[in-house]
């Protein structure tokens, strides 16, 4: 009976948003794949960095001092066009971090794991930490060129911090290391945010030269800002898993 | 119809079915290792519909992370003497 009804309210849902999507009049009208005239839409600007109106075309390895040098569509949006939406975003993480923090605080020690960790994964997870941190660090410092970016370097640096907690029974996070990393990347965000009021005229506005698109050291501020965000999301995680893997100390 | 419609079927439809089984499953380690797996067919879907960058982070965040604090959390409640 149950499962009926639930099947039933998924194919409510269901027609709901598709008939929302395809039979409503045509200014709210959801288009077809392909059908979309991107003239109308904000997001060919964004695309074409075109938003201040200038007609060149993008084109990698050559284009200089393009509006937003970043050569990742995805990442000039998320982190130029869009900036102050990531900090809201980068906020609610450490929002949740700190609830994590709060609840789970207190003198603690390591959890006992079920099964000791065992010599296959010890030496293993040795070589793997390495190549996983180089890994995350490479997608920060990378993300205005190739897919990824701070959020994704960030969380991949926990999961490496997270195998040494499986790999080693006594291994611990320093916290307050963790919440200095964690507390100066997210300040030193807001202060590149100021920096953008003072020199450009915009909070987060991309102050300095954008230089040349597909190169490392190109697009302002976007390496510094995808870096800071890079550490402040992988300390986070790293003392939200803190705080999963260990438990208090009683009395 | 090509190769990648096929699979984005095969891996939608999948995605579908774990969905019920992770619904349904008696233990609740199962449904997290269900999850787990749904999350992982997500990341082809997405890699087929040409977005790499929500792929990379599903493929960290939704199969690694939030499984193993999943797991983490079942055994922490298995010890604090829930049903798990």
Not at chain 1, 73 to 102: C, I, K, P, Q
Not at chain 1, 136 to 154: E, Q, S
Not at chain 1, 182 to 188: D, P, Y
Request: proline letters at 2%; hydrophobic letters at 50%.
């Amino acid at each position: 009976m149950k499962q009926i009804v639930s099947i039933l309210l998924v194919a409510a849902i269901g027609i709901l948003i598709f008939s929302a999507l395809y039979f409503s009049d045509e200014t709210l009208k959801f288009n077809e794949y392909g059908n979309v005239n991107l003239d109308d839409r904000v997001s060919e600007k964004y695309i074409d960095k075109s938003v201040n109106g200038n007609t060149e075309e993008i084109i990698f390895g050559e284009t200089q001092n393009a509006e937003s040098g970043s050569a990742n569509m995805v990442t000039s949006v998320v982190v130029n066009y869009r900036s102050f939406d990531t900090l809201g975003e980068v906020t609610v993480l450490f929002v949740s971090a700190l609830g994590v923090g709060l609840l789970l605080n207190g003198k603690r020690k390591r959890k006992n794991l079920k099964d000791a960790p065992n010599f296959i994964l010890k030496q293993g997870a040795r070589i793997i930490f390495g190549i996983m941190v180089v890994f995350g660090v490479y997608m920060f410092i990378h993300g205005h060129i190739t897919p990824g970016g701070g959020f994704p370097g960030g969380a991949i640096i926990a999961a490496s911090i997270l195998l040494l907690y499986l790999s080693d029974d006594e291994f611990r996070v320093k916290l307050s290391a963790a919440k200095a990393v964690e507390s100066t990347a997210g300040s030193l965000y807001v202060i590149v945010g100021l920096l953008g009021i003072v020199l450009a005229g915009y909070f987060l506005q991309n102050f300095l030269p954008t230089g040349t698109v597909g190169e490392v050291i190109s697009s302002g501020v976007i390496p510094i800002v995808y870096m800071l965000i890079g550490l402040k999301v992988g300390s986070e995680l790293s003392s939200v898993i803190d705080g999963f893997l260990t438990e208090e100390v009683e009395g | 119809m090509t190769v990648l419609d096929i699979i984005s079927i095969v891996a939608g439809s999948l995605m579908v079915v774990l969905g019920v089984l992770a619904l349904n499953a008696k233990k609740l380690f199962n449904t997290v290792i269900y999850l787990s797996m749904m999350s992982m067919l997500a990341v082809v879907c997405f890699v087929i519909m040409r977005a790499p960058d929500v792929a990379i982070t599903e493929a960290v965040i939704g199969s690694g992370l939030v499984t193993a604090l999943f797991v983490f959390t079942l055994f922490a409640g298995k010890k604090a003497g829930g049903k798990a």
